[in-house]
């Protein structure tokens, strides 16, 4: 149910997301040719009313001839424009519709479009060797930003960390983006804080050009001073109408203090 592309379609670095669908027509892939392979894998829009990731990577992308700037990519760059007809309409999903970061390989729920176009999207990715996997979200609370991991490979942490000291790492629930990804390369979750919020998108739109120009992994881990890793060991649904839910984060590997926010993924 995706087209696949090998170009930026033009004015998509100057649309709203609610405008994507008008342009794309459907969720979109795009692979573009950088100096160096594998390409990175990026996510956006898999939540129609959270767009800081796509606002990030139009401002990456005018950077790079790509988008019409003067430089080549530093790394090829595999784009996936997800959730476009919620995005039309500013919800997280349409009534109709399965929850995207739900349906990726792993999943229980039932077939669907949705979830055969993620099974390809993997498949798609996995055979071309994807050096790393970056998805991108907002919360709905005013959170700290953190990265989100499902292993704790020295690679998933380097990866977290140079987005945020604030590393999740979490096992539930099934079928989401990130956890597919990591099942063959190193892969992390954004959480850019609230919809709307510029410095979510100035924080994301450095994020993945600094990964854009990595070269490689490090041999060495990243020192354990360097990050604060935490564990989702539960989720609390609160009545609607209320204000927020909460969910109690204690740390990994020390018991003195949690980590209490409103979070959705
Ligand atoms: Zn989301």
Redesign the pocket.
Known sequence: MHQILSAIPDGLLDAEPAELKELLGGPTLIHLEGRRNPPLFLSVM??GN?PSGFRALCRVLRRYKAGGGREDLPRSLSIFIGNVRAAEKNV?RLESQPDY?RVWPGSPAEASPEKAMMANIIGSMRSRGVFASI?????TGPNPHYACINRTDAKFIYLASFFSRTIVYFGMPPGVQTMAFAAFCPSV?L?CGQAGDERGVAHAAEYIDACLHLSRFPDNPVSPHDYELFHTVARVTIPEGSVSALVVMPKMRKQTSAFARTW??
């Open positions: 898999q939540h959270e997280r970061n998805d991108t979200h907002n919360t979750t959480e959705t993924i």
